[in-house]
């Protein structure tokens, strides 16, 4: 029988945005903890499922409660749950990302605050030639699945990079990233967490792609120690 997300999660969450303070989490923790159990479970299947075709050095699945200290919202808890899938550094690069919310569900994979060396590398590799990854990200059933790279970006050239270069489109990126959203009726389905793992399957030959750039200097040797 498939692990799925239980309609009590999203039911909980909704009820949570409502009444999100210290008194009502309290007394509905009983509920909370039943929920977050099954949620975990799910997470759990997924990186076994996950680690078949991947390499997966740990699963972080983010705590109910915000840190509010430097936020102006002061909601003592989030609304959501969320999971990292972290692959194994320095050889693998990229990471999987698993965000549940009702009417604001979806999964993300790639690169969301790369290092500044890592950044750098990155543009380098574009400016030299986008070809091969574009070939990657344009490919029909990737682009299906993933649809467009997003990320921030910067309004012009990075410093030491020309305006009118033909790849500045990618070579601006500050994050280099991929979102696929789903319904509330889809993340209920059986068939979520396979939905899921195909679109994960689908990318590896983007994070394929990223750690040959990551592992290598520019002229193609390996920074990895032997």
């Known amino acids: 029988m498939a692990v799925t997300i239980p309609q009590k999660a999203f039911t909980f969450l909704q009820k949570l945005a409502k009444n999100n303070d210290r008194d009502w989490f309290n007394e509905h923790k009983k509920e909370f903890k039943a929920v977050e159990a099954e949620i975990k479970e799910f997470y759990n299947e997924l990186l076994h499922r996950i680690q078949e075709y991947d390499n997966i050095e740990k699963l972080k699945i983010f705590r109910i409660y915000r840190d509010v200290r430097f936020s102006k919202n002061k909601d003592p808890y989030k609304t959501h749950f969320g999971g990292n899938f972290i692959r194994i550094k320095p050889n693998l690069r990229g990471s999987y990302y698993l965000h549940i919310a009702p009417e ?30 574009r070939e990657i990200i344009e490919e029909k059933s990737f682009k299906k699945i993933w649809g467009e790279l997003e990320g921030e970006e910067l309004k012009t050239a990075p410093k030491g990079f020309k305006k009118d270069h033909e790849n500045i489109d990618l070579i601006r990126k500050k994050q280099f990233v991929f979102t696929k959203y789903f319904s509330d009726e889809e993340v209920l389905s059986p068939n979520f967490i396979e939905e899921i793992n195909t679109a994960f399957k689908a990318i590896r030959p983007y994070f394929d792609y990223m750690t040959d750039v990551l592992t290598t200097d520019e002229n193609g040797l390996s920074l990895l120690d032997n």
């Not at 604001?104 to 986008?130: Q, T």
């Open 104 to 133: 604001g569900s979806f999964i993300a994979v790639g690169f969301w605050a790369p290092e500044k060396e890592d950044l750098l590398r990155i543009r380098k590799e574009l400016e030299l030639d986008a070809s091969e990854l």
